[in-house]
């Protein structure tokens, strides 16, 4: 109830990617951000970040939606970025091996290589960013638990995730219940109490917010227990989806977008693509 | 970590832990005078459940956990950093037989248990895990990717040992029997 | 021929934690197709008797049995947990625990899930059920946006999916309003009728229990069971509030008119009650006897509210809107209507937890300009569970941490929190850890919390919810004692008999509205309101009017204050 527009989370629509099953999302997803892990080829990485905004607009998600998020990631990165570079201005030249001097500026000599470098980070930050927002805004909480049990994952850790969407909205009302009521008490939580007094402020709150939960989670394995739940060695799922031909069309996709990376390795002889020898 | 003996009631602690972590994440970071490092009340609180569940719940929640609430705030997540947080709750939970914290008793010598497994548990997944995996994976500088990891060590260790022991503290004492107590005019 | 499902034999038990046997040499048969109430006070045992039924014992709490426990046939130390769930269905006390699925849909096919059904089966037998108890509406929707009775539907027919020759539901009308709690047990009822299920209800709300025919009472104190009687035969040997449970309010006021019970053949609900002009006599001689005590005199007003709501955000239906009343000082008020219809958020207001589209002033001050932490010197607020408020190991630290953190002297604050745990009766505790308390005592150490910073109003969610009744005696009584002593109360409370024994004030609220500000017993004479409000009228209402006495709202404004003296003489 407090800042929830501040959170992300499944706001229910009807375009392409609504239909597509949470499986294939979630495959999808993993597939493109690993290969965007492996790879540094700026070709490759300039190309999923056009596909990932052409799937942005078709899935009609507003600016508004996520224009805090993107901000906030941006800002992280920039920072990032002016840390990479104070700590190791010569990197660039060390993975390209080739100086081409920008600025003059001692240690902080600043190569093209080195800004070459960072542009690449950069993409590969953000590149799979709208992807994964996407998988998040356009994917019911539902399913997510099914099709992560689909990929592999075992059921109970797979119904634990379930439990904890289940369950955020809970817990972080009662965070604010009781941080009201603590408040009440007195304690201080703004800016202008002390480091000390804010830590043992914010302990008054997480204390009891523990506790009960502790006992809440004897009081649900208990009622989890009584209709069965871990009984067998696998468990069906009242929401899965069954798949269609658009699905396995994109998880091929999918899959052919990691060969690619595959093969540029062997093109680059390693991870970098090199436009400097 | 593929589970098969996990129990009802462990599959019930990693979803509502994980459910905690995530609020805590979002809402009990408190900035500090020093530029970009925040005091992060969430890692006692993850050391507080592996201590009571053991290592294959902490190893869960703080992976679970730390991935919900990195893709909930920023829509990304950081494999590498999610990796570190499980193995700190993994170190940490191990310790969870020698503490024994549902006995009520958290002495001298439980303080000092936990604080060593606790350092060690933070040494491992700030310097050499999560450093490791940036490297791997974005291929940062080394000497950044270290210098982050000792100071992020440095900041939850301290964290945990103030905040987390008297976490652990408080829950070994709500085990307190009731024998021993009387009541006074 | 009757069929016995389940047998107690000699049966004791004890919890590997606790010193004493909970349970003592317990014999007991249950039949096929019976409903049955087992009652019984906090610690009585009766929730142990439904864990062996359920299998929870011995197989989660563990402890040593002796005797035995068979449940259909099948004996509950040789049975594992998921074969007795196939028998015994549960519904607990927690919907919040019990209510696991992210939509209602999933968690009603949260057991087939867990029996790998194919996925049409289960859609099948969801749609059944779902429909069977008029939920079919509510398929998509998360818990958050559910009422609590609704939440309880919903258990309901996440355990009939099993269909299960046994319903166990164990307090299933701690968290209800009035009204959803009658709904409730009506449906109970059907079902029961329909399935021919074994219905046990483990409750001490006993009257409320009984608006639906019963087979058998049991009532359990001590580990042992004292009586097992039909409802009738159990009402008319006055055992129950020697043993912890209230007696049904037209009995007690029978009683107090002096009419013999023993005369009455069926006692087990006004309607059964003969019409008989010399009981109709005896209550209209005894309501003439009693001298109501005068209204008390207007005092200045405390808190005005003007144009008082919150929005929570742009989906809320029924926000709370335009509340205008004014507190008085000395007042105790009880704030009532069905859930979800803004009591809660109107407290907050108050506190300042949440922002006010409104006007509140205190003794004359906007509130606007003062901070939660600045309006906790005037008015306190305590939360339902007290679990969520309490932050420190010790009583007397949780007392003092308001005092601390307003930078008392150390020896001034232990003189004040001395003189309010004195007041709360904690004292000969104040060394205790509070995870050592009961409940009615935690709670109690959450108002003596409040109470230390010496408020002007206190406002408390929902003080006795799930508390039997010397609990809920011990609470109420303190806080007619605390306002006695001149401090304004405002409750929020479903519960109608406490509303008009305790509150001189009611505010009722349905659908964010302000409905009706005025006297408690003149709020449940109108029928409008009662609907509306999701309130019920008590028997001492229906008793009158069956028995056409003059004026049946001074019949019971008569009882209560005869009440009142006796537990003030």
């Not at chain 2, 992020?152 to 024998?179: E, P, Q, R």
């Not at chain 3, 009506?186 to 009728?193: E, F």
């Not at chain 3, 001395?418 to 050592?436: F, N, Q, V």
């Not at chain 3, 406002?459 to 010397?470: C, K, V």
């Amino acid at each position: 109830m407090h800042d929830e527009s501040q959170i992300l989370g499944y706001q229910p629509g009807n375009s392409f990617i609504y239909q597509l099953n949470a499986t294939t999302k979630l495959v999808f997803m993993l597939l493109v951000s690993i290969a965007c892990m492996i790879t540094y080829d700026t070709r490759f990485l300039i190309a999923i970040c056009v596909l990932s905004i052409f799937l942005f607009k078709e899935a009609k998600i507003k600016w508004s939606q996520i224009s805090f998020i993107v901000k906030l990631i941006v800002a992280f990165m920039i920072l990032n970025l002016i840390f990479v570079f104070i700590f190791q201005p010569s990197y660039g030249e060390s993975i390209y091996y080739s100086k081409s001097i920008l600025i003059h500026a001692g240690y902080f000599t600043l190569t093209l290589q080195e800004v070459f470098y960072l542009f690449n980070l950069f993409l590969k930050y953000v590149c799979s960013i709208p992807i994964v927002l996407l998988f998040l805004l356009t994917t019911n909480p539902s399913q997510f638990a099914a099709s992560l049990n689909k990929i592999g994952i075992s059921y109970k850790i797979s119904y634990a995730v379930s439990l904890a969407l289940r369950y955020i909205p809970d817990i972080q009302n009662s965070y604010w219940d009781i941080s009201a009521a603590q408040q009440a008490r007195g304690i201080e939580l703004s800016k202008k109490a002390s480091l000390g007094k804010r830590i043992k402020g914010t302990l008054n709150i997480i204390m009891p917010l523990i506790f009960s939960s502790l006992e809440r989670i004897d009081a649900i394995s208990t009622a989890m227990q009584l209709r069965r739940f871990g009984s067998k060695k696998k468990r069906t799922w009242y929401v899965t989806q069954s798949f269609k031909k658009e699905d396995y069309l994109v998880m091929i996709a999918a899959v052919i977008l990691v060969l690619i990376v595959i093969v540029l390795w062997q093109l680059n002889h390693g991870r970098f693509y090199n436009p400097f020898i | 970590m593929k589970n098969t003996g996990l129990s009802v009631k462990n599959v019930v602690a990693i979803g509502i832990g994980s459910a905690i972590y995530v609020i805590l994440a979002r809402f009990t970071s408190i900035p500090t005078p020093i530029p970009n490092t925040n005091i992060e009340l969430v890692f006692p609180f993850l050391a507080l459940f592996a201590a009571i569940y053991g290592a294959k719940v902490g190893f869960i929640v703080g992976f679970i956990g730390h991935a919900l609430s990195d893709f909930i705030m920023y829509g990304q997540t950081w494999w590498s950093w999610v990796l570190a947080t499980a193995i700190l709750g993994w170190i940490i939970g191990l310790a969870a037989k020698q503490l024994d914290l549902k006995n009520g008793i958290f002495g001298l010598k439980q303080t000092i248990i936990f604080n060593i497994v606790q350092i060690i548990a933070n040494i491992i997944a700030w310097v050499v895990v999560a450093p490791i995996g940036d490297i791997i994976i974005y291929s940062e500088p080394a000497n950044k990717v270290f210098v982050q990891g000792i100071s992020a060590t440095l900041s939850n260790g301290l964290t945990i040992m103030i905040v987390g022991t008297l976490l652990l503290k408080a829950y070994a004492d709500t085990k307190i029997k009731k024998g021993s107590l009387r009541k006074e005019d | 021929m009757t069929n016995t499902i389940i047998e107690f034999k000699d049966f004791s038990f004890q919890y590997d934690s606790q010193a004493e046997p909970t349970l003592k040499h317990l014999n007991l048969a249950i039949n096929q197709g019976e409903m049955l109430l087992i009652a019984g006070p906090s610690g009585s045992g009766k929730s142990t008797i439904g864990h062996c039924i359920n299998g929870l014992i011995p197989n989660i709490d563990t402890g040593n049995i002796t005797g035995e426990c068979i449940i259909n046939g099948k004996n509950i130390q040789e049975t594992n947990l998921f074969d007795l769930s196939f028998i015994t269905s549960t519904i607990l006390q927690d919907t919040d625990s019990q209510f696991i699925g992210l939509t209602v849909g999933e968690d009603i096919a949260f057991a087939l899930e867990n029996d790998c059904q194919p996925q049409n089966r289960m859609k099948q037998i969801v749609h059944r059920w779902a429909d069977e108890l008029g939920i079919e509406h509510l398929l998509k929707q998360a818990p958050q946006n559910l009422s609590g009775g609704q939440k309880q539907i919903v258990a309901l027919a996440g355990v009939m999916v099993d269909e299960s020759p046994i319903l166990l539901f164990d307090e299933p009308l701690a968290n209800l309003d009035p009204a959803s709690g009658m709904k409730t047990m009506a449906l109970i009822n059907r079902i029961q009728k329909e399935l021919n299920a074994t219905v046990i209800i483990i409750e001490h709300r006993l009257e409320e229990v009984m608006s639906q025919p019963l087979d058998r009472v049991i009532l359990v104190n001590d580990g042992k069971i004292v009586a097992d009687k039909t409802p009738n035969d159990l009402l008319h040997n006055n055992l129950l509030e020697k043993n912890g449970v209230r007696n049904p309010l037209y009995l007690s006021a029978l009683k107090k008119a002096q009419i013999d019970l023993n005369q009455i053949p069926d006692l087990t609900s006004v309607n059964a009650l003969p019409d008989d002009r010399e009981i109709a006599r005896k209550l209209q001689n005894w309501q003439d006897k009693i001298t109501i005590t005068g209204e008390k005199e207007e005092t200045h007003s405390l808190l005005e509210l003007k144009g008082v709501g919150h929005r929570y955000n742009k989906l809320q239906v029924h926000p709370l809107h335009d509340v205008t009343t004014t507190i008085n000082q000395g007042d105790f008020i009880s704030i009532v209507g069905q859930n979800g219809a803004g009591k809660t958020t109107l407290c907050r207001i108050i506190c300042g937890f949440i922002s006010n589209e409104g006007l509140i002033s205190f003794n004359g001050d906007d509130l606007k300009q003062y901070s939660i932490k600045e309006r906790s010197d005037k008015i306190g607020y305590v939360m339902q569970d007290p679990n969520q408020m309490i932050s420190q190991k010790m009583i007397f630290d949780e007392v003092a941490l308001g005092l601390r953190l307003r930078g008392y002297e150390e020896n001034e604050i232990q003189t004040k929190v001395y003189e309010t745990l004195k007041i709360c009766g904690l004292y000969p505790y104040r060394h205790w850890p509070i995870s050592a308390l009961s409940f009615g005592q935690k709670k109690r150490v959450t108002i003596a919390a409040i109470l230390v910073l010496d408020p002007e109003l206190l406002i408390l969610d929902e003080p006795t919810a799930g508390q039997d009744w010397q609990t809920y005696t011990e609470i109420m009584n303190f806080l007619k004692q605390l306002n006695q002593q001149g401090k304004t109360i405002m409750i929020i409370t479903h519960d109608m008999h406490l509303m008009m024994e305790y509150t001189n004030r009611s505010l009722a609220f349905a659908e964010g509205t302000l409905i009706a500000d005025t006297d408690p017993i003149k709020l449940l004479t109108e029928k409008a309101l009662i609907k509306k409000a999701a309130l019920k009228r008590t028997s001492l209402y229906e008793l009158a009017v069956k028995y056409r006495l003059k004026e049946p709202n001074t019949f019971v404004r008569a009882y209560i204050d005869a009440e009142r003296d006796e537990k003030h003489a």
